[in-house]
């Protein structure tokens, strides 16, 4: 069974940064694509940022240029750096991995495995 646990959430004033990581255990994700979601209060469960294990990377619009993802594929972990942050960019933060469908990588429902998520809160 595939656990992924997430850590480095926190409150943050606007402009501020912050490094989430995704640490995956109990299954064979290594070579797998991850990504990261999040979901504000009342709004669906958005695409952030995915990654090949080959180091190819995609963002959504909202954070390209603010955001990087990256992985560690022998400790089997992912990181996102988020930089010059903003109060919409709070948000319940999920790792995800196993991305059954190579060209839905923006899209929750193509995912195997989800983390539990952490809280990311970026005051003004």
């Known amino acids: 069974q595939v656990q992924l646990v997430e850590s480095g959430g926190g409150l943050v004033q606007a402009g501020g940064s912050l490094r989430l990581s995704c640490a995956a255990s109990g299954g064979t994700v290594r070579d797998s694509v991850m990504g990261w979601f999040r979901q504000a209060p009342g709004k669906e469960r958005e695409f952030v940022a995915a990654?090949?294990?080959?180091?190819?990377?995609y963002y959504a619009v909202s954070v390209k240029g603010r955001f990087t993802i990256s992985r560690d594929n022998a400790k089997i972990t992912a990181y996102l750096q988020m930089n010059s942050l903003k109060p919409e960019d709070t948000a319940v933060y999920y790792c995800?991995?196993?991305?059954?469908?190579?060209?839905?990588?923006?899209?929750?429902?193509?995912?195997?495995?989800w983390g539990q998520g952490t809280q990311v809160t970026v005051s003004s």
């Open positions: 990654i090949w294990s080959g180091g190819r990377t």
């Open positions: 995800a991995a196993h991305l059954r469908d190579y060209s839905a990588y923006v899209a929750r429902t193509a995912y195997d495995y």
